[in-house]
């Protein structure tokens, strides 16, 4: 290095972070959306995936495809191990987002997409978002007008679904188990990137995950490949899933735990307007008007 910095700052999550507030707020944003943007297109191909194979199936395969680009990447960057703590939280992440995706993949096989993918984010998001705020996480008011918001949008397009379907009482518990499970791999992984590389917490959370999803198919006497007509699919997710979680973790790196939550709980958007075009589920009028005041929500939410 030529030189330091000029300037550093100590963010709440303990990690030093150079230069001004407004550049790691946008890469927070930049990276959430993503996030959210590729969580949203995955989850559409995992409920889909799942309605043809077994969820312990669809995830091993995912998981086992996904895993050697994140080992690649981590190896071409020459990451550094973990301490013994970022370890640790993220083995504990990626337990917990194996369970969140299985049972989020089970509520999609099951039930309206539209009802089940935004339920999980709410809660999700509710818990992170609480954590954060009773560990002196601040945000500026504009930031907190785009938060609200960003919850109204969640709301809006979960509120009109039918959600007295048969369908949509199965996925109901599903979808707020999921939600939960969330919630811990979104605070391990934030609590694991505040002293680790992205890169090392997503491998060490995707061979977690799956060493878990596998040992629970064999338990179970499910085939661990995907038949062949699913088998692009798999591969399609497997590589979308490992894209979001490098993405997340980044985001987790730029910003606090609570706005950060907030930006990848948008997934739902993408997931209600994919299932409307693709799987021709109808998209109410105050889903429409949810997803436009999500744009808004996230203007303000680039605000520092």
């Given at each position: 290095?030529a ?15 150079a230069?001004?507030?407004g ?5 927070a ?12 297109i ?8 799942t309605?043809r ?12 495809l996904g895993l ?9 960057s020459?990451?550094?191990?973990p301490s013994?703590?970022?370890i640790?939280?993220?083995v504990a992440?990626?337990?917990?987002e ?10 999609l ?18 818990i ?7 560990t ?12 609200v918001?960003?919850?109204g ?18 996925a ?11 919630a ?10 505040a002293?680790?590389?992205?890169l ?12 878990i ?9 499910r085939?661990?490949?995907a ?20 993405l ?9 735990l ?5 930006l ?7 997931t ?6 693709l ?7 105050s889903e429409?008007?949810g ?8 203007t ?5």
């Amino acid at each position: 290095m030529a030189g330091a910095p000029p300037s550093t700052r100590l963010v709440p999550s303990g990690r030093h972070v150079a230069g001004p507030h407004g550049d790691h707020a946008l890469s927070a944003i930049g990276y959430g959306l993503g996030s959210a943007f590729v969580y949203g297109i995955a989850d559409v191909a995992g409920g889909v995936a799942t309605r043809r194979a077994h969820v312990l199936t669809v995830l091993t395969g995912a998981y086992a495809l996904g895993l050697p680009l994140i080992l690649i990447a981590a190896i071409l960057s020459r990451t550094a191990v973990p301490s013994v703590d970022g370890i640790a939280w993220s083995v504990a992440g990626g337990a917990a987002e194996a369970a969140a995706a299985g049972l989020l993949y089970l509520a999609l096989a099951s039930g309206t997409m539209g009802v089940a993918s935004p339920l999980a984010a709410v809660v999700g998001a509710a818990i992170p978002v609480a954590v954060g705020l009773l560990t002196g996480e601040t945000v500026a008011p504009p930031q907190a007008l785009g938060m609200v918001l960003a919850f109204g949008t969640i709301l809006l397009i979960a509120g009109p679904r039918r959600v007295g379907t048969a369908m949509d009482r199965r996925a109901t518990p599903l979808a707020i188990a999921s939600g939960g499970m969330f919630a811990v791999s979104f605070i391990a992984f934030s609590t694991a990137e505040a002293t680790s590389d992205p890169l090392a917490v997503a491998a060490i959370a995707r061979v977690t995950g799956l060493a878990i999803v596998a040992i629970l198919a064999v338990a179970i006497a499910r085939p661990l490949v995907a038949p062949q007509g699913s088998r692009r699919l798999v591969g399609a997710i497997g590589l979308l899933d490992a894209t979001a979680l490098v993405l997340l973790l980044l985001a987790y790196g730029s910003g606090p735990l609570g706005l950060t939550t907030v930006l990848i709980s948008l997934y739902p958007a993408v997931t209600v307007v994919l299932a409307g075009l693709l799987l021709r589920e109808r998209m109410a009028r105050s889903e429409l008007v949810g997803v436009g005041i999500a744009l808004v929500a996230v203007t303000l939410l680039a605000v520092s």
